[in-house]
């Protein structure tokens, strides 16, 4: 069995390709999700988070966001620890799934290509893709630029990936799924 990762920048339409693989039957996981499921049900990562962070990194039973966040943007040095933490449980979890599809933001970021065979890119345009973000997340344009910033380069994860979907709004999406479908197999 195959497992296809899917990946693209902020606002590309990588959760729009996968609920159009769910009307084929296709599951996809999430990682954003079920990252936040593990380290709220995980007892290992909980554990692992509370020696890193401390014992503020949870309310209760939630996580503290602004503690976990101040923590990550103090340095590269605490986003790396976490991710060394977060990103093995995902990986376990997601090969336990059974699920062949997954969707990373951060796919080549946190190299979890190595936890697939094929890789796809969803693409859009900058324009488009400001657009989505502005819309769906009710922020400026100027945020929503500030958060492609961060990111990976578009241009650089359609550069590493077997395959490209282009999410313009005109290109005709249901047979770039369906051929990439037809490739796969």
């Known amino acids: 069995m195959k497992r296809i990762g899917i990946t693209g920048g902020i606002g590309t339409g990588k959760s729009f390709l996968s609920r159009l693989l769910a009307l084929r039957g296709i599951k996809v996981y999430d990682c954003d999700d079920n990252a936040k499921r593990l380290m709220l049900s995980d007892r290992i990562v909980r554990d692992s988070l509370i020696k890193l962070i401390g014992a503020d990194a949870y309310s209760g039973v939630q996580l503290n966001k602004p503690v ?103 290109s005709p999406l249901e047979e770039q799924v369906d051929m990439l479908l037809k490739s796969l197999q």
């Open 68 to 170: 976990i966040s101040q923590f990550l943007l103090d340095s590269e040095e605490n986003k790396n620890a976490v991710n060394a933490i977060v990103h093995p449980a995902v990986i376990r979890d997601f090969h336990d799934s059974g699920l062949q599809w997954m969707e990373s933001a951060i796919l080549f970021e946190a190299n979890l290509q190595y936890s697939v065979d094929v890789t796809v890119c969803v693409s859009a345009p900058e324009k488009v893709r400001i657009e989505r973000i502005v819309q769906r997340d009710k922020v400026t344009e100027e945020r929503a630029r500030q958060w492609i910033d961060t990111q990976m380069k578009q241009e650089r994860k359609e550069e590493m990936s077997d395959f490209v979907i282009v999410n313009d709004g005109t």
